[in-house]
């Protein structure tokens, strides 16, 4: 059952821009913290950006001043603005989120969308 889907990855030149979307679903109750982590081909996976219900925010340094994350309560939707990218940005871009389905409180994670940045 999927219940976190990514979009907007995709091929850019380094120096370009990219908006990631997350749209988490409805049967999701109760999410707080919502966030976005990569994983590079041979690394572990690493915080990106996180961002908490009252729009309180926290970046990992090496994108700190050049990327964005924001997110619509009401719509369960995360974004990632993604400025001057460079190629060591590219990996996949996985959603998550905290919150309560069923029986259940715990990260819900989607399935990841691929950023690549390449001359």
């Known amino acids: 059952q999927v219940q976190l889907v990514e979009s907007g990855g995709d091929l850019v030149q380094p120096g370009g821009s990219l908006r990631l979307t997350c749209v988490a679903s409805?049967?999701?109750?109760?999410?707080?913290?919502m966030g976005w982590y990569r994983q590079a081909p041979g690394k572990e996976r690493e915080l990106v950006a996180e961002?908490?219900?009252?729009?309180?925010?926290v970046y990992s340094d090496s994108v700190k001043g050049r990327f964005t994350v924001s997110r619509d309560n009401a719509k369960n939707t995360v974004y990632l603005l993604m400025n001057n990218l460079e190629p060591d940005d590219t990996a996949v871009y996985y959603c998550?989120?905290?919150?309560?389905?069923?029986?259940?409180?715990?990260?819900?994670w989607g399935q990841g969308t691929q950023v690549t940045v390449s001359s």
């Open positions: 961002i908490t219900t009252g729009g309180r925010t």
């Open positions: 998550g989120a905290v919150g309560t389905s069923g029986p259940l409180r715990r990260t819900y």
């Open positions: 409805r049967s999701i109750f109760s999410i707080n913290l």
